[in-house]
């Protein structure tokens, strides 16, 4: 691959940049030379980011991606935007067509008026028009706008992201000191292809600074594909955890979800629950991350790193 590796002297916006697979994307471009902002709602909680680099190479700014002027701010003068801003569950304002349709339509709308020309979009695995889940339309809705305005832009869809602060393994390592038993939706077969975050983050920098990468799509998963089943059985085996895996179908699924989906942080919802129909593995007729020289990590290499605490003492 052709690689134009970056200056200090060059300035990525990263929308999202204080969220689990944001650090490690900041992390990875300070490391590269990028001088980075971090464009987050709430500043205080981004500011851990500072020290990811030298003196002066993080700046933290405030920015919502439903506040054009905010954004418009955030993108004044840099050289490349990165949006990783999404929603796993609509909260209030918080909606899926608000935040990852139009939101992504206004981070990618306001790059273009200063002529950025590198630019990043997260999606994920599954997007599209036609699926019957809000989420997935969504994605595939903010992928349109994203290159409508820039068409030279890298849209990135990866399947679920592994690593230390993940809303997948912890979430269920969690429920598992709380309840004797994990359902399986579906009976647990959904198919998964779990990525290491920090292969996700080298992936953003390396679309990022090849030129070659623009108006790409790239599907990005591990070496391996589980069942759900199989990473509940690993996941109980990390942690020492014995518990009932317990199956669940899809009918009785949705109608606990429609009140579940009430809670604050709810555990499933009924957008959630018609995801899991479909199985969440990359396209192999689409380029990864071996196509970016990337070796995909095991996940047998990343879980004993965190879930070690989850085991009894």
Known sequence: MSRTVSSASQVVTVFGGSGFL????????????????????????????????????????????????????????????????????????QKFSAVQADGARTVADA??????????????????FESDAAYAR??????????????????????IVIGPEDDFFNRFAKMATLAPALPLVGGGETLYQPVAVQDVAQAVCATLEDKDCGGKTYELGGPDIFSFKNLMEIMLRHTGQKRI?????????????????????????????????????????????????????????????????????
């Open 22 to 93: 944001g650090r490690h994307i900041v992390r990875a471009l300070v490391k590269r030379g990028w001088r980075v902002r971090v464009a987050v709602r709430r500043p205080n909680e981004a500011l851990f980011l500072k020290t990811a680099g030298a003196v002066g190479q993080v700046a933290i700014m405030q920015a919502n991606i439903r506040d054009e002027a905010s954004v418009r701010k955030a993108v004044k003068g840099v050289d490349a935007v990165i949006n990783l801003v999404g929603i796993l569950y609509e909260s209030g304002k």
């Open 111 to 128: 790059a273009a008026s200063e002529g950025v020309q590198k630019f990043v979009q997260l999606s994920a695995i599954g997007a599209s």
């Open 138 to 159: 969504s994605k595939a809705a903010g992928e349109a706008a994203v290159l409508e305005a820039i068409p030279q832009a890298v849209i990135l869809r990866p399947s």
């Open 245 to 313: 895996l317990a199956p669940l179908p899809f009918f009785a699924a949705q109608l606990i979800s429609r009140f579940t989906q009430f809670l604050p942080n709810p555990p499933l919802t009924p957008d959630q629950v018609v995801m899991l129909r479909s199985d969440n593995i990359a396209d192999e007729k689409l380029p990864g991350l071996g196509e970016l020289d990337i070796a995909p990590t095991p996940i047998e290499a990343v879980l004993p790193h965190y879930l070690s605490r989850f085991k009894s003492r």
